[in-house]
């Protein structure tokens, strides 16, 4: 059973990909394009019948060929919002791999998040963007870069590899992604200041204060 799964979950891909360039490449999303193409196969298909079949079997059967326009459109229209919600799928997801997590160990508290904050979270950790910016205040009594400092712990044990190792766009782009996520004391993250705390950050990672951060973390995680 798990092997026909597999198999066919590789062919409905295959198909699905077929779809997508066709509508892509030839349809492009466009109705008139679609409304074209379905007129033209409908006539293409009527004139091939009535070759075979003769014109008078089309006339008796005018219905049936009705009933097929309608539903051919239907399926080709369908299609082509299949495709287009695929799209905003993609645009609805960040482009980083995240740990498996247990949500319902996470303990919130932690970083104070509320119900709203939590669920912006839960997108995050489902590899989806936020809807509404997190207000992070955790450190605020020891200023503006510890709270930095520990979102970056955080980001450390939720991504798959870790965040030390970022640079060049990958860092942009982690760096975009928390911008687009995060508010830190309800003010917005400047990539400026991301760029330095991130920096000292990394160099402090054996200083008993970043351990400590991490330590605080991986409990917040239910990861000890």
Known sequence: MEKFILESGKALARLRSGINDFIEDKIEGNVTYLILFILSFFILFVTSFSLIFGVKTIIDGYVYFLILLIVLAVVLVWLAIFYESDKHLETDRHNFKVEPI?????????????????????????????????????????????????????????LVGGIQDFSGERKRDFFQLLMNSFLMNNEPLKENTLKTSFSAWKNDQEKINSRNQRKFIRQMLAKE
Do not use: C, M, P, W
């Open 102 to 158: 247990n949500k319902f160990q996470i303990r919130f508290e932690y970083i104070n998040l509320d119900k709203n904050a939590k669920e912006q979270f839960y997108r995050l950790i489902k590899g989806r963007k936020v809807q509404e910016k997190i207000n992070f205040t955790v450190g605020n009594k020891s200023g503006d870069s510890a709270n930095h400092r520990i979102l970056f712990v955080l980001f450390d044990e939720l």
